[in-house]
C-alpha cells in the first residue's frame, strides 16, 4: 500500500495565489495532498502595487491555479477576497470552513511593492504597501485563528530577504517584511499553547512581475547580471522552492516561530 500523502484531508488557503509564488504554494500544497482554497482579487483600491494599475487580476489568474491543482486530483475553492478588508476575509473564512469543513493551513502570501525614496513617497504609496504586506497577514490571522486552533494548525507567512536587510528605495516595503517577521514570531508564543505553528518563508529573487515590473527597471543592469552579481549559487529562486518550505511547515509540529530564508545564499553574501 502506498503512503498516505502527508496533508491528505487537509485544507490549505493561499492568499495572492494569482501570483507566481502563491501558485507554487498551492500547486506543492496540493502534491502534498492537501485541498487548496485559492484566494486573489482582480481590482484593487490602489495603483500602487507592482502591476501599476487597479486592474491586477489576480482573482482571474487564479483560474488557471485550480487548474493545476485539481489536475493533482485535488479540490481547488477560488474566492475573491482582498485581504485588506476585515469584511472580506471573515466572509471568506466562513465560507472556507462551510464548504470543506476545517482549515488546517493558511498561507498568507499576498504582496505588493513599488520603489521611491522616502523624500518623494506619497502618503497613499506608503499605506498601500502597509496596508497588503502587513495588515493584510493580520486580518487573515485573526480570523483563521478560531478554526486553526481546532484543527492544530499552521500559518506560515511570506516575508522576504528585505525583512532582514534595508535598500534604498525601498524603506516601506522593506519595513513591512521586518513587520512581518515580528509578527511571525509573537504570534508563535501567543498560539503555542494551542498547538497552532507559525512560520515565515524569505524568498530571494523570483522571476516574478515584482522584478520585471518594478526592481529590474531601476537597476543598471538585466535580470540575469543580477542573479549573477548577487546570489552565491548563481541562479534565481523558484515558487515551487517556496511551495516545498510550505510544506516543510506545514507537517513539522515542533517548528514554530522561524523565518527562513530561500535566497541562493543572498544573505551570507555581505562582504
Not at 236 to 245: K, N, S, W
Request: aromatic share 4%.
Amino acid at each position: 500500500m502506498a503512503a498516505a500523502n502527508p496533508l491528505d484531508d487537509k485544507v490549505s488557503i493561499v492568499t495572492g495565489a494569482g501570483g507566481q509564488i502563491g501558485e507554487g504554494l498551492a500547486v506543492e500544497l496540493a502534491k502534498a495532498g492537501s485541498d487548496i482554497v485559492i484566494a486573489d482579487v482582480d481590482v484593487l483600491d490602489t495603483e500602487y502595487n507592482q502591476q501599476s494599475s487597479k486592474e491586477v487580476r489576480g482573482a482571474e489568474r487564479a483560474q488557471e491555479v485550480a487548474s493545476r491543482v485539481e489536475e493533482l486530483g485535488r479540490r481547488a475553492h477560488i474566492v475573491e477576497c482582498d485581504v485588506t478588508h476585515a469584511d472580506q476575509v471573515n466572509a471568506m473564512m466562513e465560507e472556507v470552513v462551510s464548504k470543506f469543513g476545517s482549515i488546517d493551513v493558511l498561507c498568507n502570501n499576498a504582496g505588493v511593492i513599488t520603489v521611491d525614496p522616502v523624500e518623494d513617497m506619497k502618503e497613499a504609496e506608503w499605506d498601500s504597501v502597509m496596508d497588503v504586506n502587513v495588515k493584510g497577514v493580520f486580518l487573515p490571522s485573526r480570523a483563521a485563528i478560531p478554526y486553526l486552533k481546532e484543527s492544530k494548525g499552521a500559518i506560515i507567512n511570506t516575508s522576504s530577504i528585505a525583512g532582514s536587510i534595508g535598500a534604498a528605495g525601498l524603506a516601506h516595503y522593506c519595513a513591512s517584511k521586518h513587520a512581518v517577521l515580528g509578527f511571525t514570531k509573537s504570534l508563535s508564543l501567543e498560539l503555542a499553547g494551542d498547538d497552532v505553528t507559525v512560520n515565515a518563508i524569505c524568498p530571494g529573487i523570483v522571476d516574478t512581475p515584482m522584478w520585471s515590473k518594478v526592481l529590474t527597471p531601476t537597476l543598471d543592469e538585466d535580470y540575469a547580471d543580477t542573479i549573477e552579481r548577487v546570489i552565491p549559487l548563481g541562479r534565481d529562486q523558484t515558487p515551487e522552492d517556496m511551495g516545498r518550505l510550505a510544506v516543510f511547515y506545514a507537517t513539522n509540529r515542533n517548528i514554530t516561530g522561524q523565518a527562513l530564508a530561500v535566497d541562493g545564499g543572498i544573505l551570507q553574501n555581505v562582504i
